[in-house]
């Protein structure tokens, strides 16, 4: 324990925060009728934490290394605790969508601090070991949660997928203060918070603008505002970022066609290859009967792929050009969401069976290697502020990958059913609809609208996998121990872990 025990702690809380991430996504038919929770809530209850950790992991991975990481750390994880139990006590969708954001600022705050502990801690073949123990963790626990969440959401009831979250808090804080030593970036640094909060709006704004255009139109007048808001924010970051002394991001690496590349390929990744999965599970189980448990079982094809091609890739492709490993797999989650587009009222779920494994092949290759094209594609000071913009840009992309294609999905399906009715399905609510509507006419909406998403949704994946081929070309040298020099530089700057 004396040796591993950083390791432990900060892969206690990764794989809890990770959880999180997608452990509610068979859970959503449960939380609609409990809650009586429209579409947009569903969206929110999933964006809402991806939200609130994209748009602060940068500013708070700052302020830890001003204030103290294991602190920053520690006090990320009460707060998580305090928020998954408002989560469990929920007796409505805003109070659940607030109480997610609220998890998704102490996520933030966990997520920020794990590089940085584990390179304040650990040198050499040790950090090497560490790094890869901890990068497994993470890529498992985001596939393990649906799988999780399903188990719980049909045993004790969907509250517990927050409630567990208690136990495993209180054993990490444990943990990190006995074992886990406190460490700080270098004197003189400050937090860019007005950087920070232009960042949050942005982000914000933009997710917001999205899912009231499904709601009610492009053109509508909430919509447009939300939008002209969004880039009113983006301006002032950008402003910001040009004057500040310590900047989240130094605009300067956008001149960078490699950086440019691979911000563009993570922003797509999380986004095209999971932005579509929470409505499939909606389909599954309010069309197809299907239960949580079922559900969740239904994706292993994508989660054995994935886990299995990441294996291989990291122990067989060392020293490929991240273009090809991050360029190619994004073309194959692009591919395999285009093979799901084969659905009508009379498909099963088999049918997403050949697209999934695809997808799951296209994350093998991207997930382990797309941090570390980041880190290559900046000079070595440089490698915390693009490790954190690099996990940033993903969150973001899985936020609005689940607000777009759920737009998508309800303009489709407005085709063949009134307005307020491809809502009330596409969130979860068949049953309300099934003694005014044909079930054959619901079964083939749904299907239609998720052929349009998944297609959508593949199309973005082949032009983000496109660009990184034609953009992304580091050195060879540089890319040489990237992983080790990037945990090392990641002790002194901003910085926070891939998803």
Same mark, same amino acid.
């Given at each position: 324990?004396?040796?591993?025990? &950083? ?26 009728? /409990? ?17 609130? =950790? ?17 602190? @920053? ?18 007796? !409505? ?48 626990? %985001? ?7 399903? +188990? =719980?959401?049909? !045993? ?40 920070? /909060? ?36 983006? +301006? ?7 004057? /500040? ?5 130094? +605009? ?47 994706? +292993?094809?994508?989660? @054995? %792929? ?5 294996? $291989? ?38 049918? $997403?069976?050949? !697209? ?6 296209? &994350? ?7 941090? !570390? /094209? ?42 063949? $059913?009134?307005?307020? %009715? ?32 998944? @297609? ?44």
């Amino acid at each position: 324990m004396r040796g591993w025990g &950083t390791l432990t702690a900060v892969c206690l809380g990764t794989f809890m925060l990770l959880l999180d991430v997608t452990i509610v996504v068979v859970a959503l038919p449960d939380m609609a009728g /409990a809650l009586h929770a429209s579409l947009s809530d569903l969206q929110w209850v999933v964006d809402g934490y991806a939200l609130a =950790l994209a748009a602060l992991l940068l500013g708070v991975g700052a302020a830890a290394d001003v204030l103290g990481r294991r602190r @920053v750390h520690v006090a990320g994880v009460v707060l998580f605790a305090v928020a998954s139990l408002l989560c469990g006590l929920a007796s !409505g969708p805003g109070v659940l969508v607030a109480a997610r954001a609220v998890q998704g600022v102490g996520a933030a705050a966990m997520f920020a601090t794990t590089l940085p502990l584990l390179g304040s801690v650990y040198q050499g073949q040790r950090r090497s070991a560490a790094l890869g123990v901890w990068g497994a963790v993470s890529g498992g626990a %985001a596939a393990v949660g649906p799988i999780v969440g399903g +188990l =719980l959401t049909e !045993g004790p009831g969907w509250r517990w997928i927050f409630f567990v979250n208690l136990p495993v808090s209180v054993v990490e804080v444990w943990l990190t203060l006995r074992v886990v030593p406190e460490s700080r970036g270098p004197r003189g640094m400050r937090v860019d918070w007005p950087g920070t /909060a232009a960042f949050a709006g942005f982000a914000g704004g933009l997710t917001y603008a999205v899912v009231r255009a499904g709601e009610d139109g492009w053109t509508a007048p909430a919509a447009l505002t939300a939008f002209g808001c969004a880039a009113l924010a983006l +301006l002032v970051f950008v402003l910001v970022e040009r004057r /500040a002394a310590h900047p989240l991001l130094d +605009l300067g690496l956008l001149r960078k066609p490699a950086f440019v590349g691979v911000m563009a390929g993570a922003f797509a990744f999380n986004g095209v290859a999971f932005g579509v999965t929470p409505y499939v599970s909606i389909w599954m189980q309010t069309l197809l009967g299907m239960s949580p448990v079922r559900g969740g079982l239904t994706l +292993l094809p994508l989660t @054995v %792929a994935a886990m299995i091609v990441a294996v $291989l890739v990291g122990k067989l492709l060392h020293g490929v050009p991240a273009r090809l490993t991050i360029g190619g797999g994004l073309l194959l989650i692009g591919s395999g969401n285009i093979c799901q587009a084969v659905l009508d009222a009379g498909s099963g779920w088999s049918a $997403l069976v050949p !697209g999934f494994v695809l997808v799951g092949v296209g &994350t093998g290759f991207v997930s382990p290697t797309v941090a !570390g /094209a980041a880190l290559a594609s900046v000079p070595p000071e440089r490698a915390g502020m693009a490790g954190g913009a690099v996990n940033t840009v993903r969150q973001l992309g899985y936020a609005l990958g689940v607000a777009v294609f759920g737009t998508v999905l309800t303009s489709r399906m407005r085709d063949s $059913l009134p307005d307020g %009715a491809a809502h009330t399905l596409a969130g979860g609510g068949a049953g309300a609809l099934r003694g005014s509507i044909p079930e054959h006419t619901l079964r083939a909406a749904f299907a239609s609208g998720l052929d349009t998403a998944l @297609v959508t949704a593949g199309l973005a994946g082949i032009v983000a996998g496109a660009l990184v081929l034609a953009l992304v070309r580091e050195p060879r040298a540089q890319r040489t121990g990237v992983t080790e020099s990037a945990a090392a530089t990641q002790t002194k700057e901003t910085t926070a872990p891939r998803v």
